[in-house]
């Protein structure tokens, strides 16, 4: 459905933002985008969005070539609705009004029926009449939503759409939301700082380095079969270990704690962590510090044996 291929992008000629870049999204998928902060992420949202202008390459939706402002009098497309994530509802405006200025492909005598419908769909129904200010940041966000669907786009592109959230909030919203979304049929591609939300949400993570594509593919062969330590590190705690003169990467949970195990370490720390312990080791066998999982606390300088699951 979207097709990205060989995209890169410099602001300045010292600074590449994206190097060239490919991959391919297909309907109806939630893809996140991951990566340190300034891996280009913005950058690839903006250009898919036809919001900002690639260098090289091209963007495709299904036989719709997506260009930026560059070629674009008014740039954006009616397919690709994009929220960046300062988005402002207008605040002297009804939560009603600020969807209903978004519809533009509904007949008027049909707007407020629409509007309605979209209200429904994030289950707002009872604010229609209320202005932004009297709503918590979530409500805002699926209004912002509900508005940016008001006039069905083939895809929503969200700039890390739940940052501002607090942590209970972030879940509830993020279901909501991701349900509304999927339950449309909308593809949706975002930005976001948060592996494990991508992990538990995505159908394709792509995770970037330095404007590169580091690795894209599903949460549960990203997370088991990182082809780097950059990549690893993103999706939780990993383990870099030398084993038979191989180094490879092990996660916390792939390593138990067992007197008779081929391997030892001394306890450098121990840290209650509510579900389990994290026991933190030096080993001969990892040239970093090791993090292992426990249902009981060690205490430190202590020598435990482990083996690999
Ligand atoms: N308008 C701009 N002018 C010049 N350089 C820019 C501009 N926008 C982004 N950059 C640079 O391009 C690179 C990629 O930026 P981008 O915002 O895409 O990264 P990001 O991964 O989204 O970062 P963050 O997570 O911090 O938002 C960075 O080095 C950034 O400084």
Not at 82 to 90: A, C, E, I, S
Not at 102 to 127: F, G, Q, T, W
Not at 225 to 248: C, D, M, Q, R
């Amino acid at each position: 459905m979207i097709q990205v291929s060989n995209v890169s992008k410099s602001y300045t000629p010292e600074s590449v933002a994206l190097q060239p870049i490919t991959f391919n999204i297909e309907a109806g998928e939630v893809v996140y985008i991951i990566g340190e902060s300034g891996s280009g992420k913005s950058t690839l949202l903006k250009i898919i969005a036809g919001l900002e202008d690639a260098d090289s390459g091209n963007v495709r939706l299904d036989d719709l070539e997506i260009t930026g402002p560059a070629h674009n009098l008014v740039p954006g497309y009616d397919e690709l609705a994009y929220v960046p994530q300062d988005f402002k509802l207008q605040q002297f405006w009804t939560v009603a009004t600020n969807i209903a200025k978004k519809i533009s492909h509904y007949p008027y005598a049909d707007k407020m029926d629409r509007v309605e419908e979209l209200l429904k769909l994030c289950k707002l129904e009872a604010y229609a009449d209320r202005y932004p200010r009297e709503l918590s940041g979530g409500q805002q966000q699926r209004i912002a939503m509900a508005a940016a669907v008001s006039d069905e786009p083939e895809v929503v592109l969200l700039d890390e759409p739940f940052s501002n959230l607090d942590l209970p909030m972030k879940a509830a919203v993020r279901k909501d939301i991701i349900g509304m979304l999927r339950k449309l049929g909308i593809t949706v591609v975002l930005v976001s700082h948060d592996p494990a939300e991508a992990l538990a949400v995505a159908d394709k993570i792509i995770i970037l380095q330095e404007g590169k594509l580091e690795q894209i593919g599903r949460p549960v062969d990203l997370y088991q079969n990182p082809t780097s330590h950059y990549a690893a590190k993103f999706l939780g705690p990993i383990n870099e270990l030398t084993l038979e003169k191989e180094v490879k990467l092990i996660r916390p949970e792939a390593i138990a704690l067992d007197p008779k195990g081929k391997y030892a370490g001394k306890v450098m720390d121990c840290i209650f962590m509510g579900m389990h312990y994290h026991v933190i080791l030096q080993s001969d066998w990892s040239r970093d510090e090791l993090l292992i999982y426990s249902d009981q606390p060690y205490a430190s300088g202590q020598l435990l044996k482990f083996c690999i699951r």
